[in-house]
T-cell receptor
Framework: DTEVTQTPKHLVMGMTNKKSLKCEQH?????MYWYKQKAKKPPELMFV???????INESVPSRFSPECPNSSLLNLHLHALQPEDSALYLC??????????????FGQGTRLTVV | GQQVMQIPQYQHVQEGEDFTTYCNSS?????IQWYKQRPGGHPVFLIQ?????EVKKQKRLTFQFGEAKKNSSLHITATQTTDVGTYFC??????????FGAGTTVTVRA
């Protein structure tokens, strides 16, 4: 299994809603990432977990809250988002920790629209 | 942190022609990776370059890493319609973060 699975694929939420994005991988990867990608832009790193511990937070607003319940799962909790947060949210994983020189496997993403 | 610049932003290619996309970093990189993202898709890993001056080939794709480990290029020969998409370089700095270039979006004229 070389897949990173993200759910849901599409999400529309109001600015007062609370929702969660989910990511799962069964490749035994120990680093997991959240990226945000706006249209026609490159992915922007948000968070990195290494061995289930938060290693990097790229000064992301607190309305985004990551969680890593175990080595296979990564969640992104959303609360009180703004319309400008609408984007494709990509989860990725890689073998070893973040210092490893290995490729990142990306999920298909959750296309989020905030109304 | 490091910045990775990538040019050109858009590349319109006649089928059968060659093209090159270039990446430059403001700082020395630990390694550089290349990804391809098809329209509506997600980034898919193509290759990683680690050594100074490294050259790797995948069929019609040739990847190079500069001697100073601050620049890289992807050259595609005999472009096909299947090459359509956005090609991103992603440089890993010594802070371990992977920084993506802006991408080169390739369209192909049949």
């Amino acid at each position: 299994d070389t897949e990173v699975t993200q759910t849901p694929k599409h999400l529309v939420m109001g600015m007062t809603n609370k929702k969660s994005l989910k990511c799962e991988q069964h490749m035994g990867h120990r680093a997991m990432y959240w990226y945000k990608q706006k249209a026609k832009k490159p992915p922007e790193l948000m968070f990195v977990y290494s061995y289930e511990k938060l290693s990097i937070n790229e000064s992301v607003p607190s309305r985004f809250s990551p969680e890593c319940p175990n080595s296979s799962l990564l969640n992104l909790h959303l609360h009180a988002l703004q319309p400008e947060d609408s984007a494709l949210y990509l989860c990725a994983s890689s073998q070893g920790d973040i210092r490893g020189d290995t490729e990142a496997f990306f999920g298909q993403g959750t296309r989020l629209t905030v109304v | 942190g490091q910045q990775v610049m990538q040019i050109p932003q858009y590349q319109h290619v006649q089928e059968g022609e060659d093209f090159t996309t270039y990446c430059n970093s403001s700082t020395t990189l630990s390694n550089i990776q290349w990804y391809k993202q098809r329209p509506g898709g997600h980034p898919v890993f193509l290759i990683q370059l680690v050594k100074s001056g490294e050259v790797k080939k995948q069929k019609r794709l040739t990847f190079q890493f500069g001697e100073a480990k601050k620049n890289s290029s992807l050259h595609i020969t005999a472009t096909q319609t299947t090459d359509v998409g956005t090609y991103f370089c992603a440089g890993r700095g010594h802070d371990y973060k992977l920084s993506f270039g802006a991408g080169t979006t390739v369209t192909v004229r049949a």
